[in-house]
């Protein structure tokens, strides 16, 4: 690969993975609630999965979705049922005293990792990435390198939607205003759902 192909390949990487979406929302919402430290198997369970699953369209996964509709609704619905999950959950989190800070619970590295495969922003980042960045001459290579520009630019991208809910927890301690931020970021996965079914 050459750099005319991996210079845009690292901007679509940066825009997909920067930007809002319910990774980076959950991450957010973790960082506030349980700090970083806690979050830290959350974040390397998103880099884990979304690697597993960039190996698996690679060689073929992709072309199966793409066979059996059927089944890429029932991700959908799986992932939106998930995310409503994750909603409630975020909403019943009360005041931030020690009690509520101590028992803040990120996903685990396996969930996060699992929640990969029903994450339709996910999906939608890797297709397109094998699709459009990858070369039938030299595919093995060119999918090992976005495979590794994924990874070494993810770990930091999404950790920084971490760091700002940490930074966030100062000013979220004082009276209600965790309470307004938890349904805040409910209400915004909700929406991030939006593109689920309209795709």
């Known amino acids: 690969m050459n750099l005319e192909n991996t210079l845009p390949m690292i901007g679509f990487i940066v825009v997909m993975v920067g930007t809002p979406g319910p990774n980076n929302l959950m991450l ?26 960039l190996l698996a369209v690679a060689v073929g996964l992709g072309q ?13 619905v799986a992932g939106a049922a998930f995310l409503i999950w994750l909603a409630w959950q975020l909403v019943r989190r009360r005041h931030p005293d020690a009690s509520n800070r101590a028992s803040a619970r990120p996903l685990t590295f396996r969930q996060a990792a699992l929640f990969q495969w029903i994450n339709p ?9 094998i699709a459009t960045y990858t070369h039938p001459g030299d595919y093995a290579l060119s999918v090992a390198v976005v ?25 979220l301690n004082q009276g209600p205003r965790l309470a307004f931020f938890n349904v805040a970021m409910a209400v915004l996965l ?5 593109p689920t079914f309209i795709a």
Do not use: D, E
């Not at 922003?121 to 990435?129: C, D, G, P, Q, R």
């Open 121 to 129: 922003k996910a999906w939608m980042m890797i297709v397109t990435a």
């Open 147 to 171: 495979a590794g520009l994924f990874l070494l630019l993810s770990v930091p991208l999404i950790s920084t939607w971490n760091l700002f809910g940490v930074a966030l927890q100062g000013w």
């Open 64 to 76: 199966v979705l793409v066979r059996f509709p059927a089944l890429a609704v029932g991700l959908r």
């Open 190 to 194: 909700l929406v991030s759902m939006y």
């Open 28 to 53: 957010m919402a973790a960082g506030a609630n349980a700090g970083f430290r806690r979050s830290l198997p959350h974040i390397l369970g998103i880099v884990v999965g979304c690697q597993m699953m």
